[in-house]
């Protein structure tokens, strides 16, 4: 299966804050054995959200939508969804009393425009959060599997936590799972770790890939979990060929 992740918030696409939701959900979509495929973000406007989910819906079975499940006026993900899907949002009366006992538990009281809050698609399944207001919902469009997840990353990993990740186990129970292996080198030309590591690796069928970031190259192999110890040997070969130049500690990780 194929996963497309469509992040929302001007915050995002302003260069405010980094979209690190579709890293996140990426790795722990591609350890469940799901191809992360597409990652759009888009900023807090109708056009650009329906564009990004209609782009999503024509690469990938499943989509996952992040941010945009506020009290404010911007917020206004699930409306659009509920368009794209030609769905009508109907309120949920439990959603609401939910929240208004996590506001009581604060010491705060639910404002009217958080009712919106509680509004879902019609037939959207709600995924309760347990670390926030905003209750994530399921649904499925057309032959697409949806998930639309509030935006804040703690928030994203206590719903997957409390059972999405469960919800894709059962649709690939039996699904190749992959381990992505790693190399960090230092003082080493990416050409010229990529010819090594090539030279070694052809003919077996191993994906890779190679990131440079200076004065670092992280070479990157994906690997079924089952064949790891067939490739044993592959992987041995790489740590000598590589050896003088590792560093397993580097000062940074970013692009």
């Given at each position: 299966?194929?996963?497309?992740?469509?992040?929302?918030?001007?915050?995002?696409?302003?260069?405010?804050?980094?979209?690190?939701?579709?890293?996140?959900?990426?790795?722990?979509?591609?350890?469940?054995?799901?191809?992360?495929?597409f990652?759009?973000?888009?900023?807090?406007?109708?056009?650009?959200?329906?564009?990004?989910?209609?782009?999503?819906?024509?690469?990938?079975?499943?989509?996952?939508?992040?941010g945009?499940?506020?009290p404010?006026?911007?917020?206004?993900?699930?409306?659009?969804?509920?368009?794209?899907?030609g769905?009508?949002?109907?309120?949920?009366?439990?959603?609401?009393?939910?929240?208004?006992?996590?506001?009581?538990?604060?010491?705060?009281?639910?404002?009217?425009?958080?009712?919106?809050?509680?509004?879902?698609?019609?037939g959207?399944m709600?995924?309760?959060?347990p670390?926030?207001?905003a209750?994530?919902f399921?649904?499925?469009?057309?032959?697409?599997?949806?998930?639309?997840?509030?935006?804040?990353?703690?928030?994203?990993?206590?719903?997957?936590?409390?059972?999405?990740?469960?919800?894709?186990?059962?649709?690939?129970?039996?699904?190749?799972?992959?381990e992505?292996?790693?190399?960090?080198?230092?003082?080493?030309?990416?050409?010229e770790?990529?010819?090594?590591?090539?030279?070694?690796?052809?003919?077996?069928?191993?994906?890779?890939?190679?990131?440079?970031?200076?004065p670092?190259?992280?070479?990157?192999?994906?690997?079924l979990?089952?064949?790891?110890p067939?490739?044993?040997a592959?992987?041995?070969r790489i740590?000598d060929?590589?050896?003088?130049?590792?560093?397993?500690?580097?000062?940074?990780?970013?692009d």
């Amino acid at each position: 299966m194929r996963g497309s992740v469509v992040a929302i918030g001007t915050e995002l696409t302003s260069g405010q804050i980094i979209n690190s939701n579709a890293a996140k959900l990426s790795a722990a979509l591609t350890s469940l054995g799901v191809d992360s495929v597409f990652h759009i973000t888009v900023p807090d406007d109708h056009g650009a959200i329906l564009h990004a989910l209609r782009s999503a819906e024509l690469v990938s079975e499943l989509i996952f939508v992040t941010g945009g499940l506020g009290p404010t006026t911007d917020d206004f993900t699930r409306d659009v969804v509920a368009a794209w899907a030609g769905l009508p949002l109907y309120f949920d009366d439990s959603a609401w009393a939910r929240l208004i006992k996590k506001l009581e538990l604060r010491g705060r009281v639910a404002s009217n425009s958080q009712k919106q809050q509680c509004s879902f698609p019609q037939g959207a399944m709600i995924l309760e959060n347990p670390k926030g207001t905003a209750e994530a919902f399921f649904l499925r469009v057309r032959d697409r599997r949806v998930w639309v997840l509030p935006g804040p990353p703690l928030e994203i990993e206590a719903i997957w936590d409390a059972g999405v990740r469960k919800m894709i186990e059962q649709l690939i129970p039996d699904g190749p799972k992959y381990e992505l292996l790693s190399w960090i080198c230092k003082d080493k030309a990416e050409s010229e770790i990529g010819d090594l590591v090539e030279s070694i690796v052809r003919g077996t069928g191993l994906r890779t890939g190679y990131r440079c970031f200076k004065p670092y190259v992280e070479v990157k192999i994906w690997c079924l979990r089952s064949d790891l110890p067939k490739h044993s040997a592959q992987f041995d070969r790489i740590n000598d060929a590589l050896k003088n130049w590792l560093d397993p500690k580097p000062t940074t990780s970013s692009d």
